[in-house]
């Protein structure tokens, strides 16, 4: 498993298709996801600190966790079958949940858990991005500093 931080959310033109991109914490490597609407937003909220007046389903989903004194340990991004990734959420004593990647990953960033990948998942479906191709980068994360959560509404 090979650790990934959340570089951001955005929308691919021109299907209009929010795509959640991560990359390897001590590699090169990018894996793009391509998401709901629904889960973009509720990346988006949390990456740019926005507090909904009543909670999400993510945010629910933490209070329960923390009610019932079960720390997320971990999600997993465990396997890609016909181009759907599949993932795990790490509870407590190591009790595995099956979860969609994008769900998982806007749990994730309310806990402060740690996102992984397997490394048969990022030999198949993660992208470099050369150095040349690094400004392109910087210009995602720039739209992700002006996006607003509700742009991937519907």
Not at 24 to 34: A, F, K, N, T
Not at 79 to 86: C, K, L, T, W
Not at 93 to 120: E, F, M, N
Request: charged content about 30%.
């Amino acid at each position: 498993m090979r650790e990934l931080n959340v570089v951001g959310v955005r929308v691919e033109l021109p299907s209009n298709q929010p795509i959640v991109l991560l990359k390897e914490v001590d590699g090169d490597r990018y894996l793009p996801i391509w998401i709901g609407a629904v889960e973009a937003t509720a990346i988006a909220y949390e990456q740019q600190g926005v507090k909904p007046t009543r909670p999400l389903t993510h945010d629910l989903l933490r209070d329960i966790l923390a009610a019932l004194k079960t720390p997320l340990r971990a999600v997993e991004i465990v396997e890609m079958r016909d181009n759907i990734f599949y993932a795990e959420l790490i509870l407590g004593d190591g009790v595995r949940v099956s979860a969609r990647p994008s769900d998982s990953i806007a749990l994730a960033l309310r806990v402060g858990a740690p996102i992984r990948c397997a490394d048969q998942v990022l030999t198949e479906a993660a992208i470099v991005i050369p150095d040349e191709q690094e400004d392109e980068v910087e210009k995602f994360r720039e739209f992700l500093d002006q996006v607003r959560p509700e742009d991937f509404a519907g």
